[in-house]
């Protein structure tokens, strides 16, 4: 069955770095485009950052432009994400996820499977 395994979170001070990590498996994982999100405590699950099937294509919320960058080693069936001058603000539970159709889309309910997430928390 279809399985996605983040890693990577942790603590870090602020202006840091983490790069997460999210290993799938039960699909052609080449064939889909991965996304990103995190759910903070109290708030909706927003969306990070997407990535098309061969990694030619990435799309970003505003608030990580230029501070996170998405990446995928299809050989490894993995996704990254790696987060530079982290913000108290990007503490939260981060998501893997795979999009159920072909388009980039930033709605969690067109992504059909999760992965259990993984903390990351940013100390001011």
């Known amino acids: 069955q279809v399985q996605l395994v983040e890693s990577g979170g942790g603590l870090v001070q602020a202006g840091g770095s983490l790069r997460l990590s999210c290993v799938a498996s039960g699909f052609t994982f080449g064939t889909k485009i991965m996304g990103w999100f995190r759910q903070a405590p109290g708030k909706e699950r927003e969306f990070v950052a997407a990535?098309?099937?061969?990694?030619?294509?990435?799309y970003y919320t505003d608030s990580v432009k230029g501070r996170f960058t998405i990446s995928r080693d299809n050989a490894k069936n993995t996704v990254y994400l790696e987060m530079n001058s982290l913000e108290p603000e990007d503490t939260a539970i981060y998501y893997c996820?795979?999009?159920?159709?072909?388009?980039?889309?930033?709605?969690?309910?067109?992504?059909?499977?999760w992965g259990q997430g993984t903390q990351v928390t940013v100390s001011s």
């Open positions: 990535i098309s099937w061969i990694g030619s294509s990435t």
């Open positions: 996820a795979r999009n159920a159709g072909g388009k980039f889309t930033t709605t969690p309910h067109h992504y059909d499977y």
